[in-house]
């Protein structure tokens, strides 16, 4: 090798670790410090050639991008089935992943094996879940075509004794019901009851469960229903439904709600064309907030029902509103206005909605 070249291939040398120096520093002292796998996912390799003159400069190569692993998902699954086990699950899988939101997905779930250690091959559970900053939090969860509550309906305030009603598919056509209230660790169970449905297909459930107050300070907390097996190997499927609890003050009242589009005089009906935006203005007494559902047409609508928004800042605490752009598709329901307030619950679902 030429004294020239010899200089230059130091020189290089020396800039190359000035270099990884100069990087390691800012990324170690940087305001959001990176590990050192994505350090090292993010730099590229330099190779160094001896040149004589007839051969190429020394080159650059970037690694190949690894593909990233969806930690967000493997986070829902794993909330899910915390929530699951909690409710009596035994060994949850979660089987399936649907994002249905910008920050809310659905888990599908099933316990490993069932009776005499048989394997579960389908979903039994779907879970809803909203992810918030501190991670994922479940909102619902639904036996997949066994239980179907009509009421309560989320986010209504009860009372004892809590009116419940659906249809359901278990052993013997028994449902267990338990209300519960949010608490650090394991729920604080505030009441259990039991009602009969369908023992072989679906069928009307209908009764009364007589749960104790609830702890001071204490709003919220969960009505579960799961079917009997007949076998002690913990449940199979829940629906549970997110609930609050009444305290003692007035009992919301529903003074008056209008549309724009308006509805037509005699049949109450809001008919709909194209794409568009639904307003829901609600007038009320003794509320907190106001939620405008659409139930679709036909018995059984209620489980089915989608949330076209709410507002939880109402003008002068009586004037609320609910606006809804509606898709260029082909529906039919009604509305259904519920009004929460710490005294309970008002519901108003009288106005039919048409989109031809």
Known sequence: MRPTQIRLAAVAGVLAVAIGVATAFVVGHGPNPVQPAA???????????VTDGNHPTP????????????????????????????????????????????????????????????RFDRVT?????????????????????????????????IESPLTVSGLSVAYEGT???????????????????????????????????????????????WVVFSGDTGADTGIVSATAVR??????????????????????????????????????RVRAFGAD????????????????????GVDTTGEDGERWSVSWRYPDEAFHGHLLIQVNGRGGTAEHDGIAVLHE
């Open 39 to 49: 350090v090292a996912d993010t730099t590229t390799t330099t190779e160094a050639v």
């Open 59 to 118: 080159t650059t190569r970037a690694p190949k991008p690894k593909p990233p692993t969806d930690r967000d998902q493997q986070a829902a699954k794993a909330a899910a089935v915390a929530f699951l086990r909690e409710l009596g699950m035994r060994d949850p899988v979660a089987a399936t992943y649907r994002k249905t939101g910008a920050a809310t997905a659905e888990v599908g779930i099933h316990p490993r094996a069932g009776e005499g250690g048989a």
């Open 125 to 157: 559970t779907l879970v809803q879940l909203h992810r918030y900053s501190y991670g994922w939090v479940a909102t619902g969860a639904r036996a997949d075509n066994v239980i179907e509550v009509d009421e309560p309906l989320a986010f209504q305030r």
């Open 175 to 221: 449902v267990h019901v338990t209300v519960s209230e949010d608490r650090r660790g394991a729920d604080r169970v505030l009441g259990r009851g039991v009602v009969q449905g369908g023992g072989t297909e679906l069928a009307p459930f209908r009764g009364e469960i007589a749960f104790n107050d609830h702890t001071v300070g204490v709003t919220a907390g």
């Open 243 to 280: 609930v609050r609890f009444v305290d003692s003050d007035h009992t919301p009242q529903i003074l008056g709600v209008t549309t724009v589009p308006a509805p037509s005089a005699s049949a109450q009906l809001v008919t709909l064309t194209g794409r568009g935006t639904l307003t829901v």
């Open 289 to 308: 907030e106001v939620r405008v559902l659409l139930v679709p047409a036909g018995t059984g609508g209620r489980p089915h029902a989608r949330l076209l």
